[in-house]
Each structure stands twice: as structure tokens, then as C-alpha cells.
């Protein structure tokens, strides 16, 4: 197998946050070219239409001049980003714009990596070759099945799986400088099934891996839809006790339509801090709603917070851990935001917070 098997995050040469809090530039931007999704996969809040009508959440794609403001507005940084996570609650593939948005990106100076996740569904060479000579510097294929009759239980899709392999072995053999990352989450596969998997795809891409389901969604559980008991990491790990969210200190996360939330897990657009296509983005990176849900997490009461209080991903998706430094970053996150010890950020009780849309 030319393959590393080896989980699909980078865990080498991380910086660790304790050194950088606060931020002014954020590491990682999250920008999701499309809300919706062709599959509907038991595990993934989008998979159910049900919870997302009740949210009443943009279903679509980004259009690109909303893109092009959002890449515009990184000018307005003091430095480059590190990372362009072109991925949240969607198919990326389902906006035909992606290869132009890589482009425009790539081409704006700010943006040195640009990483992407999709099912593979759309993945022809007709649709990747673009993508691929737009820069395209990792893509991530998720793996929801080794045949049609699992695909179709689990996805609700009825997925051509010998045309998806072809595919994955065309974009390997013609992926240039671009990193290939095929995972699959071992729940849904048989024990056979797990050394077939590495057999079919193990040499026709840069890193495989054998993931575990993880409660990473706030308010959606995982284990009653899919009804499979957690109890490892998604990277095998054990589950790690974290109570402070590091990705609000060092990533923000721009949906299809333009409402910015300060997690990238917000599918239900309750941690509203803004909206690109009224602000800047960073005005909404060091605005009040913002700084607002990150002294709460560095006060040790991310608990109080409904939406964050019910989120896994802390505990067992392998974050950045700053639990113990938060009575050292506290005070220079209030110096940061220009407030007093006792001040509040308008928008924050005492008790609870949820951001809210500004503008």
C-alpha cells in the first residue's frame, strides 16, 4: 500500500495556541461553497431535511461575488490566512463555481492553502480536472460504503461505487501537487470490509484512514440516528475531557449565503456573529458578538452556553487543548477586546451567551 495510514488532521508542527492568544489574523477560514447536500447520511445533521427546515437555513450554493468578498476582505489582515477550508455543511462539488472560487482565491495573495471534503459523487474528471489546475492543495473524499446496497442504506443515495473508485484512481494518477485523503468511518463496514477498503483505495492516494463516528454537532445526536454506541475518538483516541473551544480563537466560518457563525459546526445558525455581506469580515473577527462567546469559554462556563454545552467535539475530535492556560489568556483577551476585569461585551449576560447576528 503506497498510502500512510494516517488520520486526515495534521498534528505536526501545530503552534500551540497558548502562545498566540489573541489572534488578530485568524488561522483557518471556513467557506462553505454549498449548504446543501445530495446525500443523507444518518450521522450528519444536513442528511436530515427535517431538522433543517426547522431552521429555516439557506439551502444552496455561494454565489460568487459573495466568495469574492469574503477572499476581498482578507486584504483588510494584518497577514495572510494559513488555511481556506472550502467545506462545512454541504457538498462542495454542487456549486459549479468551486474551480473559479479556488482560483480567485489562490490568486488573491492571502490565501496560501486551500483544503476541500467531499462524498466523491460529483467527482468526475470532467468536474476535478478544473479544480486541480485551479491550485487545489488537499481534498479530503469521504467513504460511506463498499457497495451500492450500503450506500443506498446509509446515504439514501443510489451511489455507482465502481464509476467512484474509477474516479478516485483517475484524480491520484492526475492530482499534480494536490494531497488525495481517503477515510472511511469503520461503523459503517463489516471487519472484512475494512482490509477490502484499504485494498481498493490504499494505492491510489497519499493517506488513508479508518475514522469513528464522533458527537461532534451540537444539538444532534449522533448515537440515537445512527444507533451505533460511541465510545472512542473519531481518530481512534481515547475521549479526552476539554472543556475551552480553541477553534473560536483561531477560525470563523463563512456559510453559503453569507451569515458568518463563529463555529464551523453551527448547522443550525444559532452562533450568528455577523454577515459578510454587510460587514467586513474583520469587523465581525473582533466584533462584540465574537469576543463575546470567547470570554465565556475562557471564564470556564462554556456549560452555561446551550448550543456549545452540547458540542463533542472538544472531547473527542482531537482539538488544540488550552484548558489550563485560561487564567493566563483571560486577562489578555480583555486587554485584546478593551475591557475592563468586570466589564461585560454588550450582548453577553451573566448567565449565558449565545451571539447573535450583528447588523
Given at each position: ?6 488520520p ?26 454549498a ?30 461575488d ?26 462542495p ?113 497519499d ?43 483561531y ?16 448547522w443550525g ?8 455581506r ?46 489550563k ?35
Open positions: 500500500m503506497k498510502a500512510e495510514f494516517k486526515r488532521i495534521n498534528l505536526e508542527g501545530r503552534t500551540p495556541l497558548e502562545t498566540v492568544i489573541p489572534l488578530h489574523t485568524p488561522y483557518v477560514v471556513f467557506v462553505d461553497p449548504s446543501a447536500c445530495n446525500f443523507n447520511c444518518k450521522f450528519c445533521p444536513t442528511g436530515h431535511r427535517d431538522l433543517i427546515d426547522d431552521t429555516g437555513r439557506y439551502q444552496g450554493v455561494m454565489k460568487l459573495v466568495f469574492k468578498k469574503v477572499i476581498d476582505d482578507l486584504q483588510e489582515f494584518d497577514r495572510p490566512i494559513k488555511v481556506l477550508r472550502m467545506y462545512k455543511d454541504g457538498e462539488f454542487l456549486n459549479k463555481n468551486l474551480a473559479r472560487m479556488i482560483r480567485y482565491a489562490k490568486d488573491s495573495g492571502r490565501v496560501p492553502y486551500i483544503d476541500t471534503t467531499t462524498n466523491g459523487s460529483l467527482m468526475t474528471p470532467e468536474r476535478m480536472g478544473p479544480v486541480l489546475d485551479a491550485g487545489l492543495d488537499k481534498i479530503n473524499i469521504s467513504v460511506d460504503g463498499m457497495n451500492r446496497e450500503q450506500y443506498l442504506a446509509f446515504t439514501g443515495y443510489d451511489f455507482d461505487f465502481a464509476a467512484f473508485v474509477s474516479h478516485v484512481k483517475w484524480l491520484y494518477a492526475n492530482k499534480g501537487d494536490t494531497e488525495v485523503v481517503v477515510k472511511i468511518p469503520g461503523e459503517l463496514i463489516t471487519a472484512a470490509q475494512r482490509q477490502e477498503f484499504l485494498d481498493t483505495f490504499g494505492d491510489h492516494c493517506r488513508i484512514f479508518i475514522e469513528n463516528f464522533a458527537p461532534c454537532w451540537p444539538e444532534f445526536d449522533v448515537e440515537e440516528h445512527t444507533g451505533v454506541s460511541i465510545t472512542q475518538g473519531i481518530y481512534q483516541q481515547p475521549v479526552t475531557p476539554t472543556d475551552t473551544c480553541p477553534y473560536i480563537f477560525s470563523i466560518s463563512v456559510n453559503s449565503d453569507g451569515l458568518v457563525s463563529s463555529c464551523f459546526l453551527d445558525r444559532k452562533l450568528a456573529v455577523g454577515d459578510v454587510k460587514q467586513s469580515l474583520k469587523s465581525i473577527w473582533h466584533g462584540d458578538s465574537l469576543n463575546a462567546l470567547r470570554r465565556q469559554h475562557l471564564e470556564g462556563k462554556r456549560g452555561q452556553n446551550p448550543v456549545c454545552a452540547s458540542c463533542g467535539q472538544l472531547t473527542h475530535c482531537l482539538p488544540d487543548n488550552i484548558d492556560h485560561r487564567e493566563a489568556l483571560l486577562p489578555k483577551f480583555l486587554d485584546y477586546a478593551g475591557l475592563a476585569p468586570d466589564a461585560r461585551i454588550p450582548g453577553m449576560s451573566a448567565r449565558r451567551v449565545i451571539p447573535v447576528l450583528a447588523g
